[in-house]
Every structure is written in structure tokens, then in C-alpha cells.
């Protein structure tokens, strides 16, 4: 085995696994978030912070694998992506750290718990449109000069990544108002059927706006999408989307107790959209500028790592997985039931 040109690619993929599992694991506690001004004060507010309370700070674990896998594996990539992303990095970054200090002191401080209800929505909003930007800015190019960043401090802020950002914060809704579908009962639940079928209306328009401007970023993109015989393979992906989003708005019709699988089939979406994400890139690093190979450490320093992630891994995998499923089941304002 070639170490030096294999060892990229094993790290890209757990970095992409890695950010996917945060996407997906914090996406609905993030959309519980920005829903939470239209659910009602009392009951619904607390039943959908109860359903998510075992396992919100659990699945940030990802962002830090990936963030930290990216550091680790491809340094290059980390010292040119960082100083391009300062602002929307540290704007996701507070906010998730204001939501989490929300989420714990509204329990604890009754009194100002208006307040902290706020600071839950506004933090989770702030967090979820600072990651759809820091996408955004990613996928539109980042100006590299030589070794490093070579654009100014407002290079991230353009029309497309803007439009990224309310898109991953419209899919992060919902995928939070599925969450609640399945996880709560009467009430809270009514609503969140309700709020599926608004958010997945306006997930699906997003999603295709997003996608229809990207191949006009860059040629290469372009090319990856429709140039032949690339479209044989790359138009599997909107027809799964299409065949994906139906099957949504028939899950969300049916009245037979199987309130998982909207959530499942809004799980499948953002996996086919991340599909779509890895075929605009791959195998770059910063997209059109720095493969995963230019942006590699020493093979020694990869394989020393995936020595830890290989033990690690399974391990985290393992408590998340146990944790959902002690957690499983409809939730109230009192706990599980």
C-alpha cells in the first residue's frame, strides 16, 4: 500500500463522516432551536427541550472531530480555510456556546426564563446560519497566495453564501420539526406536522436554488456535473432527491403511528446533498485551489492518528448509539415516558 496517497483519502473520509454526524446530530437540536419561538410557552417548549436534552451536548463531539481532524490531517487546508472563515467561525462558535449556557439556565433560572428562551432561539440561529455561510463562502472559492490566504476579511460575505446560510437554516428547522413529529405527542406534535410540511416545502425550494447556482461557481464544477459521461452517474442524485421528497409529503400524509419515518426520510435528504457536496469538491481540500494530497501532514503523523480515531471512534459511536436508544421513544415536559 502506498501510505503517503492512501492516508489522505482514509482521513478525508472519516473528516466527512465526521461532519456529517454533526450535521445530522445537531442539525435537529439546532432546528428545535429556531422553532422554538412558535411553540407554546409551558408544555411544548418543555417537552422539545426534554427530547433532545440526553444527547445536545453529545453531539457537538463531531464538530470537534472534525475540526480537529482537519488541523491534524491536512494542516495546509486548516491554516488557509481559518483566517478565510474568522468571522462566521467565531459567530458559530458563539452562538452555539450562548445556546448551551441558554439551555442549561432556563431550567435553573425560572425567573428569567423568558430570557433565556430567547437566547436558546437566538443562538441556535445564529449558530445554524454561521455554518450554512462558512459552506457558502467554502463552495463560492477562497483566494490563496502561495502557502496562505490571500483575500480580505470580507471575502465570505457574497450573495451565495447568504443564500447558503438561510438554506442550511431552513433544512436545520426542518429537520428539527421532524424531530419533534416523532419525539412529542398531542399538541407539540399537531404542530410539528404542521411545521414539517411548511419547512419541507421551503427545504426542497432551497435545496434546488442552492444546487442550481453552484455549477456556476466554478468550471470544474461544471464539469463534474454535466459534462459526459460525469451526468450519467451525478443525475442519480437529483432523481433521489425528487423519488426522496416524495416519499417525505406521503410519510407526512399517513396517519399509521410510524412517526419516525419522516425524520428518516429528512435524514436521507441531507445525506444525498452531502453526496452532491462530495461530488462538486472532491478530491480537494479548499475547493479549487489545494487537493487532500498538497494539504496532507507526514504519513507518519496520519498514521500515528488513525491509530487513535480507529480505537476512539467505534467507542463514540458505540455511547452515542447507546444513548439514543435508552432515550428512544415519545417524550412529555416531564421526561420520557
Known amino acids: 500500500m502506498d501510505v503517503s496517497l492512501d492516508l489522505p483519502t482514509v482521513w478525508a473520509l472519516l473528516i466527512a463522516f465526521a461532519v456529517f454526524a454533526y450535521v445530522v446530530m445537531d442539525g435537529f437540536d439546532l432546528g428545535i432551536g429556531i422553532l422554538f419561538p412558535t411553540l407554546k410557552v409551558g408544555h411544548e417548549r418543555d417537552a422539545a ?21 482537519l488541523m491534524a490531517a491536512f494542516p495546509l487546508a486548516y491554516a488557509i480555510v481559518l483566517p478565510a472563515l474568522y468571522a462566521p467561525v467565531i459567530a458559530m462558535l458563539l452562538g452555539l456556546i450562548f445556546r448551551g ?53 470580507w471575502d465570505w460575505l457574497t450573495p451565495f453564501s447568504i443564500l447558503a446560510g ?11 420539526a421532524t ?13 410539528a406536522r ?70 428518516l426520510l429528512a435524514l436521507a435528504l441531507f445525506g444525498l446533498c452531502f453526496v452532491g457536496l462530495g461530488i462538486s469538491v472532491w478530491p480537494n481540500v479548499v475547493p479549487g485551489r489545494v487537493t487532500i494530497w498538497q494539504a496532507a501532514s507526514p504519513p507518519s503523523s496520519q498514521l500515528f492518528m488513525l491509530v487513535g480515531a480507529g480505537l476512539l471512534i467505534p467507542v463514540i459511536l458505540a455511547y452515542t448509539g447507546y444513548a439514543y436508544w435508552v432515550f428512544r421513544g415519545k417524550v412529555g415536559a416531564e421526561g420520557y415516558h
Open 179 to 191: 424531530w419533534l413529529l416523532m419525539k412529542t405527542e398531542g399538541s407539540a406534535r399537531a404542530h
Open 166 to 176: 438561510i438554506g442550511v437554516t431552513v433544512a436545520y428547522a426542518h429537520l428539527g
Open 49 to 69: 427541550m426534554n427530547s433532545v436534552a440526553p444527547v445536545w451536548d453529545g453531539n457537538e463531539t463531531w464538530l470537534i472531530l472534525g475540526g480537529g481532524g
Open 194 to 263: 404542521r411545521m414539517s410540511v411548511k419547512l419541507g416545502v421551503a427545504t426542497v425550494a432551497a435545496i434546488a436554488a442552492v444546487s442550481l447556482a453552484t455549477p456556476f461557481l466554478e468550471s470544474a464544477y461544471w464539469q463534474r456535473w454535466f459534462a459526459m459521461p460525469n451526468v450519467l452517474l451525478t443525475a442519480q442524485v437529483p432523481l433521489l432527491l425528487s423519488v426522496g421528497t416524495a416519499l417525505f409529503f406521503r410519510a407526512l400524509k399517513a396517519e399509521d403511528g410510524r412517526d419516525h419515518h419522516p425524520f
Open 101 to 153: 449556557v441558554a439551555f442549561e439556565f432556563r431550567w435553573r433560572d425560572p425567573a428569567h426564563r423568558a430570557f433565556w428562551d430567547t437566547a436558546f432561539f437566538g443562538g441556535s440561529l445564529v449558530a445554524a446560519l454561521a455554518q450554512g455561510v462558512t459552506l457558502g463562502a467554502l463552495l463560492q472559492g477562497i483566494t490563496v497566495d502561495g502557502r496562505a490566504y490571500g483575500g480580505g476579511w
